[in-house]
């Protein structure tokens, strides 16, 4: 007689916490990866050391040119790695780095940590490089 396979039902609380660690693994990948991004350009005199702060427009551009891509990236990740319903995965992403950006905007309004317009910039782009990774994904 063969035997039958049968899947084993995941529980809800494990697919939440499959969801969970989703999105937070790419937020995670995506601080590192980002901070590792930082680093070079201090160490190579692009960035100001740690602790400076500039107003000069060109390290916030470099940092956007890598940080959006970065962001679509992680919004891919958390798609993939997702227990369901990928897209939504990639939006919620997104969500959490609206609030982080959020409060990055928040800090330069009211105290002198660098220009508003950049952390401006990464609330506007937030959302949808959150969407163009969950659509990468689809594909």
């Known amino acids: 007689?063969?035997?039958?396979?049968?899947?084993?039902?995941?529980?809800?609380?494990?697919?939440?916490?499959?969801?969970?660690?989703?999105?937070?693994?790419?937020?995670?990948?995506n601080a590192l990866v980002a901070a590792a991004g930082d680093q070079l350009f201090v160490s190579l005199g692009v960035f100001p050391p740690w602790g400076q702060i500039t107003h000069a427009a060109a390290p916030y551009l470099i940092a956007l040119a890598y940080r959006f891509p970065l962001g679509v990236g992680a919004a891919y990740l958390a798609a993939r790695w997702a227990p369901s319903a990928p897209r939504r995965h990639a939006m919620w992403l997104g969500v959490v780095g609206v609030v982080i950006s959020a409060a990055g905007l928040a800090a330069a309004l009211t105290h002198d940590v660098g220009p508003a317009w950049y952390p401006t910039a990464l609330l506007l782009g937030t959302l949808p490089c959150a969407w163009l990774g969950g659509r990468l994904h689809r594909r």
């Open 1 to 29: 007689m063969a035997a039958t396979i049968r899947p084993t039902a995941v529980s809800s609380s494990a697919l939440r916490l499959r969801s969970v660690a989703a999105v937070a693994g790419a937020l995670v990948l």
